[in-house]
Nanobody, 121 residues
Framework: VQLVESGGGLVQTGGSLRLSCAASGVTFNSFTMGWFRQAPGKEREIVAAIVSGGHTFYGDSVKGRFTISADNAKNTVYLQMNFLQPEDTAVYYC????????????????WGQGTQVTVSL
């Protein structure tokens, strides 16, 4: 399994970014795909997750602003982030879980290298 994130960068408050996670060795209909983030000095937290059938889960801090989606044909998971705030600044990780419905980081077996998102004032 290989997960490669892209799309991070520097954006101003209120702006948008779309992260991509290109997955190999993963079949989306049997994995949970998740996005996590970790800010300096803070624990890693769930941002969003998606399972087969399009069922999604969002962390409380991003509900209504972020959207997770999956393109099965491209084997890619996306995280559309709108109305970004400075507190969204973190390294964002894509992860895959062989079990269905995981929302805790220890439930995920496979991880990408992470992509930095920085939101300026």
């Amino acid at each position: 399994v290989q997960l490669v994130e892209s799309g991070g960068g520097l954006v101003q408050t209120g702006g948008s970014l779309r992260l991509s996670c290109a997955a190999s060795g993963v079949t989306f209909n049997s994995f949970t795909m998740g996005w996590f983030r970790q800010a300096p000095g803070k624990e890693r937290e769930i941002v969003a997750a998606i399972v087969s059938g399009g069922h999604t889960f969002y962390g409380d801090s991003v509900k209504g602003r972020f959207t997770i989606s999956a393109d099965n044909a491209k084997n890619t998971v996306y995280l559309q982030m709108n109305f970004l705030q400075p507190e969204d600044t973190a390294v964002y990780y894509c992860a895959a879980d062989r079990q269905i419905g995981g929302v805790r980081d220890y439930e995920y077996e496979y991880w990408g290298q992470g992509t930095q998102v920085t939101v300026s004032l």
